[in-house]
T-cell receptor, first 111, second 115 residues
Framework: DQQVKQNSPSLSVQEGRISILNCDYT??????FLWYKKYPAEGPTFLISISSIKDKNEDGRFTVFLNKSAKHLSLHIVPSQPGDSAVYFCAAGGATNKLIFGTGTLLAVQP | EAQVTQNPRYLITVTGKKLTVTCSQN?????MSWYRQDPGLGLRQIYYSMNVEVTDKGDVPEGYKVSRKEKRNFPLILESPSPNQTSLYFC??????????????FGPGTRLTVL
């Protein structure tokens, strides 16, 4: 049973526009959520996180929104740049000391 | 430079031949973990370790072993590899776990093929 789901395997966006990546989860006990970015032939790198007590966290061009009632979070990238092209994983964690990752979304930002 | 290193980066082996993938971190992190990445399945946790001599199963531990004799090292052992363990493996570490600030640092990955 996939506790963290990213239903869009891929997304294509024009440079300068907004990219919105979505993630749904099923376990209401998750305490925090993270987004990781992964380039080919590299390990994932941390991008941004949000605690379950917040509904928004912003870091430069990246903003994560959390809707607990819908068990949904999203990552907004504004403006999108070609260097943002990568696979994005959302992940959720809590008291179990384990991070549960989604399946990833491949973002392609077209120049 | 703060980093997580894994060796080897690429490995082709045959069914049943024991192998070890090493992982080392230089950040004095307490928490270390192994993941495998497979198409359509994302990253799945194999084993994790909260500290030296403390290890626990993740979501897909079958066919794997780990040890944590030193804080910096967390090797992944496949005693008798099988083709379904062909995958991309990542080691990760963090200061601790359980909060949104405990971001994990990942190694570059090990591409394993079991024939």
């Amino acid at each position: 049973d996939q506790q963290v789901k990213q239903n869009s395997p891929s997304l294509s966006v024009q440079e300068g526009r907004i990219s919105i990546l979505n993630c749904d989860y099923t376990n209401s006990m998750f305490d925090y959520f993270l987004w990781y970015k992964k380039y080919p032939a590299e390990g994932p790198t941390f991008l941004i996180s949000i605690s379950s007590i917040k509904d928004k966290n912003e870091d430069g061009r990246f903003t994560v929104f959390l809707n607990k009632s819908a068990k949904h979070l999203s990552l907004h990238i504004v403006p999108s740049q070609p260097g943002d092209s990568a696979v994005y994983f959302c992940a959720a964690g809590g008291a179990t000391n384990k991070l549960i990752f989604g399946t990833g979304t491949l973002l392609a930002v077209q120049p | 430079e703060a980093q997580v290193t894994q060796n080897p980066r690429y490995l082709i082996t045959v069914t049943g031949k024991k192998l070890t993938v090493t992982c080392s971190q230089n950040m004095n992190h307490e928490y270390m973990s192994w993941y495998r990445q497979d198409p359509g399945l994302g990253l799945r946790q194999i084993y994790y370790s909260m500290n030296v001599e403390v290890t626990d199963k993740g979501d897909v531990p079958e066919g794997y072993k780990v040890s944590r004799k030193e804080k910096r090292n967390f090797p992944l052992i496949l005693e008798s590899p099988s083709p379904n363990q062909t995958s991309l493996y990542f080691c990760a570490s963090s200061f601790s776990s359980g909060t949104s600030t405990d971001t994990q640092y990942f190694g570059p990955g090990t591409r394993l093929t079991v024939l």
